[in-house]
């Protein structure tokens, strides 16, 4: 027992080096994250001005009554620094087009560099937070943009999905959840669906 | 052809650094000794050389930032030629590769400095030290090399401008903020070195932890300082009264700081008394361990934070690969050859070394308990059970029973002498001061109806101070004047209680911070008090104002405390020309707590939401911290860490 005690770290060492490469590879960004199933936390946000949006502050409850009643929602964390933001800004905007209640959080970014991406990029989005400090982030538990969270009417966190959005996450994480919060019917023509994500 | 030059630098030292760990650790080791007078020759040439082949490529890294070279990629996607200079100078170390650069640079720095500075050590055990470090250098190196190369050039055509440094970087905090901490995390490389080159030579006893003692104090204050750094940026940064989070990143530097605390408190007892060696050379693999796992694995995407930088797998096994090698290798290491170190001398339950022991089973668990929580969610993973990260509510809850326990320590630990206490007058102290602390703590909690642990920890706080106040006054006993004794007192003396004084503020701040903080979002009616916390809070008026560029609302609100009025403008910024709306802040900073006030959107013409925050002792935490470090680097200007010629033979006997 003498002997075997000193060569305990090294043990536990080895343990921890098999976790850890076995979790090499992995995609980080599916480390879930514990505030799905809990109200979306209130903020007091300026939202970013863009076109005939004016800068205006919301809270919570300001912005659940500025989108569609009985619908489900969107919030999508984006920067006009994040590459990944450039490469799903697409899917957002079929989203949009196609109904869709989209939130934007522009997140860590300056009000200049959001409009220009906007600008550039199209909005897709019925409302622009900024969250500068990324306060709001903070809170929902944000691990970089872009991020893409659905809440229900009731305000309930329903899913989170961190990285880039497209068709096959949508189909995946968000479909069957957005149907069964009275959501309505998205992408009802195929071949509109494909056409979008032939664009990306 | 700068950047070649670099690679080409890069390449060299690596080589030269690998022949000589090769040969130091072959012919001291005991498998090739007659390579021994080679590695005599070579330690002081490699030693300068290597640091002078560093510092020129990193040099080379920040003119090529400086000089606006987008057909560097790293440049490219790290600087833009509209940041200004002192950020260009920061984005050097924005991204992965650039501040592996650092780090290396940096270990360079302090290998040079050792070998600088150890005239007094055997050769032999100073050959040993510099071929571990060279051997962990070489390491990097070639991790840099292969999978992390900052000089590496983009295919043309060279872009016209570069990426920007990510916003979130762009902040004098986080300028300062990595070096500090690199300078922690890679000065425990020493105490590593020093603790593979005695597990190797032999001869662990006082002179050694004599030698290693000022080096980790060193590197344990950049550490110190370092983290306060950073918790105090997530402060003002963020701006909404917390100071810790628990993410992964934070507690990969929290934890190689525990360790190295529990080092420096071993290092104590194997230098006073030659005995808890293998705990010393445990924590010593422990903090640089750890700090290797701080720097990397949170880094190659294995656990992600806001902070993390990149998800590379390639890196990411390399990675692994390298603290298999430096980790393992040494942890083996040191289970084979530990219980030869260890002397015959038991120690007595009731004396300072026990104190300390506890003090490092304590600070191990503490350890411990952050580890699990970080990695409990790639745990989870593994089990196929959905993954939640464990929140600030677990390690709140596992870390406060510990802290109380090492706060009760303290108060007792200092106090008991070396080798034995007499049991009957530590248990009559003991049992006096917690009879008194019971009554203290009632008759406080029945007249100011605190949080009970926060009554407790003030006792318990107390208790530290009355220590180390009698502590004092009892060494002081027999000099001529209160003077002369205090002047007599070592700095390894003043040392200790400078910093344990530094964790009973810190303490202070915590308590007060965590119980006694007010945060409210109110609707104010122009000219009426609301009461928060202790304060009376009165919006006095919203004024128009005009900028240069902005027309702003500002609001006068002042707080009463016991006739006390302290008046704050914040502000609410319509940006003219950028049609944008900026909340301007007001804080009132000061000793004994924050104000903070931020004007929201007005109702109607009187009606305004305001969010308001007291954090009472915020500073204290920092200060606290400062106090620490403060502590730790007085200790090492002890003359018993200099003067030490004469422990030479001591050593090679």
């Known amino acids: ?161 961190a990285g880039v959005l497209d068709k096959a996450v949508w189909d995946q994480k968000f479909a069957k959840l957005w149907q069964d919060n009275n959501g309505h019917q998205l992408f009802s023509r195929q071949s509109e669906a494909t056409e979008e994500q032939g664009a990306e | 052809m700068l950047a070649e030059i670099a690679q080409i630098l890069l390449l060299v030292t690596a080589v030269i650094l690998g022949t000589f760990s090769a040969i130091s650790l072959a012919s001291f080791g005991g498998i090739i000794p007659s390579l021994q007078g080679v590695t005599r020759q070579m330690l002081r040439p490699a030693a300068y050389g290597q640091w002078f082949l560093m510092m020129t490529s990193f040099v080379i890294l920040i003119s090529l930032f400086i000089g606006h070279d987008y057909s560097i990629s790293y440049v ?96 004098i905090g986080l300028i300062l903020h990595p070096p500090l901490l690199y300078m922690g995390y890679v000065g425990m490389s020493v105490a590593f070195a020093f603790a593979i080159a005695g597990l190797i030579h032999g001869g662990i006893g006082s002179a050694w932890a004599r030698w290693t003692r000022p080096w980790t104090l060193y590197a344990w204050a950049f550490l110190t300082v370092g983290i306060a750094l950073g918790s105090w940026w997530a402060y003002y940064e963020l701006g909404w009264g917390g100071w810790w989070f628990w993410d992964p990143v934070e507690n990969a530097s929290l934890m190689p700081w525990l360790a190295a605390t529990g080092l420096i408190h071993s290092l104590a007892v194997t230098d006073k008394r030659g005995v808890l060696k293998a705990w010393t050379l445990f924590l010593a693999i422990l903090a640089f361990s750890l700090s290797l796992l701080g720097t990397f694995l949170v880094r190659s995407g294995v656990l992600t934070s806001v902070h993390a930088f990149a998800a590379d797998p390639s890196r990411g096994i390399f990675i692994l690969g390298l603290l298999g090698v430096v980790i393992g290798g040494s942890l083996l290491l040191f289970g084979f050859r530990a219980h030869l170190v260890e002397s015959k001398v038991g120690i007595r339950l009731a004396s300072r070394e026990t104190g300390l022991l506890v003090n490092n089973i304590l600070l191990c668990t503490a350890t411990f308990i952050i580890l699990m929580g970080t990695l409990y969610p790639l745990f989870e993973e593994m089990m196929g059970l959905t993954q939640s990260s464990v929140g600030a509510p677990y390690f709140n809850a596992m870390f406060t029973p510990l802290s109380l326990a090492m706060l009760a320590l303290l108060a007792v630990g200092p106090r008991l002498n070396w080798k034995r206490h007499e049991g009957k007058a530590a248990l009559k102290m003991l049992s006096i001061a917690l009879i008194a602390g019971a009554v203290i703590g009632a008759a406080v909690w029945f007249m100011t109806g605190w949080h009970l642990m926060m009554i407790v920890t003030f006792i318990l706080v107390a208790a530290v101070v009355w220590s180390i106040g009698t502590d004092i006054r009892h060494q002081i006993r027999n000099a001529s004047s209160m003077l002369a004794g205090l002047s007599r007192l070592k700095p390894h003396y003043w040392g200790m209680h400078i910093a344990h004084t530094g964790l009973a503020v810190m303490v202070i701040g915590v308590v007060c911070v965590s119980y006694l903080s007010t945060e409210e979002d109110m609707l104010m009616t122009v000219g009426e008090s609301y009461s928060v916390g202790d304060y009376q809070v009165t919006l006095e008026a919203v004024n128009d104002i005009h900028g240069p560029n902005y027309r702003s609302s500002q609001g006068v609100v002042t707080f009463e405390l016991n006739g006390q009025s302290t008046t704050l403008k914040p502000e609410k910024r319509f940006y003219i020309a950028r049609e944008a709306i900026m909340t301007e802040v007001a804080m009132d900073v000061g000793l004994f707590g924050d104000l903070y006030v931020a004007l929201g959107d007005a109702r109607n013409d009187t009606q305004w939401t305001v969010r308001v925050h007291d954090k009472p002792m915020i500073r204290w935490v920092w200060g606290g911290a400062l106090l620490i470090a403060f502590g730790g680097v007085w200790a090492s200007f002890d003359r018993r860490y200099r003067a030490n010629k004469e422990l030479k033979q001591g050593a090679a006997a």
């Open chain 1, 1 to 161: 027992m003498k002997k075997i005690m000193p060569l305990m770290p090294f043990i536990i060492f080895i343990l921890l080096g098999i976790v850890f490469y076995l979790s090499i590879g992995r995609d980080p960004t599916l480390v879930a994250n514990n505030l799905v199933g809990k109200d979306f936390p209130d903020f007091q946000l300026e939202s970013l001005a863009f076109e005939d949006q004016e800068s205006r502050p919301y809270s919570l409850q300001g912005l659940q009554r500025a989108l569609p009643e009985g619908q489900p929602w969107i919030l999508n964390v984006w920067g006009s620094w994040c590459p990944q933001c450039y490469v799903e800004h697409p899917f957002i905007t079929a989203l949009s087009d196609a109904g869709v209640a989209l939130v934007g959080m522009n997140y860590k970014d300056e009000t200049a560099k959001g409009q220009g991406f906007l600008k550039k990029m199209g909005n897709p989005y019925q409302i622009i937070l900024q969250d500068m400090e990324g306060s709001l982030g903070l809170d929902l538990g944000v691990s970089g943009a872009p991020e893409t969270y659905l809440v229900s009417p009731q305000g309930e966190i329903l899913a989170r999905h």
């Open chain 2, 76 to 171: 490219a996607s790290n600087s833009n030629s509209m940041l200004p200079w002192y950020y260009q100078i920061s984005a050097v170390w924005g991204g992965h590769e650039g501040s592996l650069l650092l780090w290396v640079t940096i270990l360079a720095t302090w290998y040079a400095l050792v070998v600088r500075f150890s005239e007094t050590l055997p050769e032999e055990l100073l050959c040993l030290v510099a071929g571990v470090l060279a051997g962990v250098q070489t390491g990097f190196l070639a991790f840099i090399l292969v999978t992390s190369d900052p000089f590496a050039s983009l295919p043309l055509p060279t872009p016209m401008d570069g990426n920007d440094l990510n916003p979130l970087l762009q902040d």
